[in-house]
């Protein structure tokens, strides 16, 4: 009997502990893509300050200002900053950050595929940089 209450709470603990996992995957998944639709959005309405707001210490500090960070992604990320069409793939969980998988539908019909590097700042998520390829025709 005790030996089957071990088994028991033993079962459970498990159980509890992956059903936690898969919650505070939820909430990992939850908060990176509404920080990337958040940044996509204010490109979209053309908010520097708000795109700014989403984008990590790091890349802030390689670009110095909000204009020349605003004019980088206008210039040579389009697909991100005229979005017109995305679709959340797979999260890459690595030590110090996320790669979060976009496909996006940007300028003149393109497909791309955006490998974003999402990285912890407090209990935020901010974009750490993107790297763009393109994508299949189809999204």
């Known amino acids: 009997m005790k030996r089957a209450i071990a088994l028991i709470s033993v079962f459970l603990f498990f159980a ?19 920080t990337i639709l958040s940044q996509i959005e204010a490109f979209a309405n053309d908010d520097r300050e708000a795109a700014w707001d989403y984008a990590s210490e790091g890349i802030k500090q390689q670009s110095g200002s909000i204009d020349t960070f ?3 992604v206008k210039l040579s990320y389009a697909p991100v900053h005229r979005a017109s069409s995305i679709e959340f793939m797979e999260r890459i969980p690595h ?18 595929i955006a490998h974003y590097q999402m990285v912890k700042n407090g209990d935020d998520w901010k974009i750490g940089g993107v790297g763009l390829k393109e994508g299949p025709s189809s999204i």
Do not use: C, S
């Open 95 to 112: 030590p110090g950050f996320q790669i979060q998988v976009v496909r996006l539908l940007g300028p003149e019909g393109k497909h791309w």
């Open 70 to 72: 605003y004019d980088m």
């Open 16 to 34: 509890v502990m992956t059903a936690g996992g898969h919650a505070d995957n939820d909430t990992i998944d939850d908060a990176i893509q509404n």
